[in-house]
């Protein structure tokens, strides 16, 4: 996996690690979101920082804006948090508008798929509990400059 | 629910039988295989209030196809879960390094948090670490123990099991900055070890039932192991206790079991938190109402637990890296009525309930 993130320490840093963390640990899952990624691009835009995600034939690759993306998801730092500390399902989310969703309905299901295969390989793989404590920081960092 | 149950239990015949069976301190001593497991379980039963409180250890998950090559220290697992005016709880995890047990001894230490039996009595000290929820308990055992050795769950997976039906508990629970004081309130335990892993070819259910009548000299601890698709039981019982003794065992074809209904929730409280973006929604395949008829030569007793609320832990599953077991833990009333060697049984209390479904 590559990184282009100018900044290590934002959520595309923090992620591209992440991603890292399961390919080492659980390499079936990580697999997983690259087959279920292999035809999109997806964009993610979390608070003012934005990025893609791209499959390609040596795994996922990170890097700047594509806004012309397959799925483009755009939320917040603490409705991620929120969500992973269930405070917040992923439907109320949706319908409450903390995450916008934009892609045709194969698109978004795919992107589903590697979603969950992205959290099945989180919670197995080492590591990835201090990447969350970043990730929280992180989030607070952002709520207190708002 | 205080009780002048006046059953004492030799503590010496419980330090007996309720050890570790396996330590994180002394691996030679305790050489492991790949899918150990080892918990103590114990339940609260007070007014408005269900504590469950569970030491686990487990062996670490290791990477895809790489197994250790000899024995590991084992991590430990946290889990809080109580019930008053809604759901607390979580699932807190420990290094290797975090955890300490007493091998062959019976207490442990997780982080801040410890269990030990001093004085006849089992005593907890548990405060989460990211929610106000924190227990100091003392748990009396005026039950027997009665221990089951080997249960098979799937094949060459199995599970020793240990029961204290009843215990007195004293002590205090914090929910929310708010204190619960407990005076000879009810109390359950168990210690389970053996080697399996989630996600293999098996499903349990097991219960509790404690009576809410102070004199009632009756408890009960129901069990039935099925494959994972519950189209085979590979066996099932009804344990009855008569004051502290252990009075009667039905087992397997003593037991007629209905389980009636779906239990419907418009919100399930999922532990750890993370884990209900793998398993969301509010389905928990747990029955309304389980009815258990028991009957051998002259001894008959009808069993019915009906549930109330339910919480579910979510597991990821070892066996496969894209699946989860939900751990369906249910509350309920539960009831008891028959006769056992003439003498006529009768009890209504409560029960809490556990539905594995993978």
Known sequence: MSSSSSEPDGVQGLLGRSLQAIRDSVPSQYAAIVTALQHDVVQLQVDHETFSIHAQPHGLALAGAEPSAAVRLTTKSCTITALIDGTLDLIDAVLGENIALFGSVNDLLSFNEALSAYLHGAVRSSGQEAILREFRLLAERRKERE | ?358
């Open chain 2, 1 to 358: 629910m205080s009780l002048e149950f006046g059953a004492r239990v030799d503590a010496t015949k419980v330090r007996e039988t309720d050890y570790f069976r396996c330590s994180s301190v002394a691996p030679a001593a305790a050489p492991r295989t790949p899918g150990y497991k080892e918990w103590h379980h114990f339940i609260v039963y007070a007014p408005g209030l269900r504590l469950l409180v569970n030491f686990n250890l487990t062996e670490p998950r290791y990477a895809e196809g790489v197994l250790p090559a000899g024995p590991t220290p084992l991590t430990g697992r946290l889990i809080v879960i109580a019930e008053r005016s809604g759901w607390h709880g979580d699932l807190e995890r420990f290094s290797p390094a975090e955890v300490t047990v007493v091998p062959g001894g019976l207490s442990a230490r997780f982080g801040q948090n410890a269990m030990w039996f001093e004085d006849g009595a089992y005593h907890l000290q548990v405060q989460l670490q990211h929610q106000a929820v924190s227990c100091c308990l003392k748990l009396k055992p005026v039950t027997e123990p009665v221990l089951s050795n080997h249960i098979q769950l799937a094949p060459e997976r199995e599970l020793s099991w240990l029961i204290l039906p009843r215990l007195e508990v004293d002590g205090r629970v914090t929910l929310g900055g708010r204190d619960v004081q407990l005076r000879r309130a009810l109390g359950y335990h168990d210690h389970n070890w053996g080697r399996f892993s989630w996600g293999d070819d098996f499903a349990w259910e097991w219960g509790s039932l404690v009576p809410s009548r102070a004199d009632s000299p009756w408890t009960a601890v129901y069990v039935r192991m099925a494959n994972r698709g519950r189209s085979s039981v590979g066996t099932q019982g009804l344990f009855i206790w008569d004051r502290a003794r252990h009075c009667r065992f039905f087992r397997d074809r003593d037991l007629q079991v209905t389980l009636e209904g779906r239990k419907s929730m418009p919100v399930v409280h999922k532990i750890p938190r993370l884990m209900g973006l793998l398993a969301p929604g509010t389905c928990t395949d747990v029955p309304q109402r389980i009815v258990a008829f028991a009957q051998s030569g002259a001894d008959q007793v009808l069993m019915t637990f009906n549930t109330r609320n339910v919480s579910q832990v979510v597991i990821p599953n070892e066996t496969t890296t894209d699946s989860v077991t939900l751990l369906n833990e249910a509350t309920g009333s539960a009831d008891l009525a028959g006769t056992i060697g003439g003498r006529a049984v009768e009890m209504e209390g409560s029960g809490v309930f556990e539905f594995i479904r993978a």
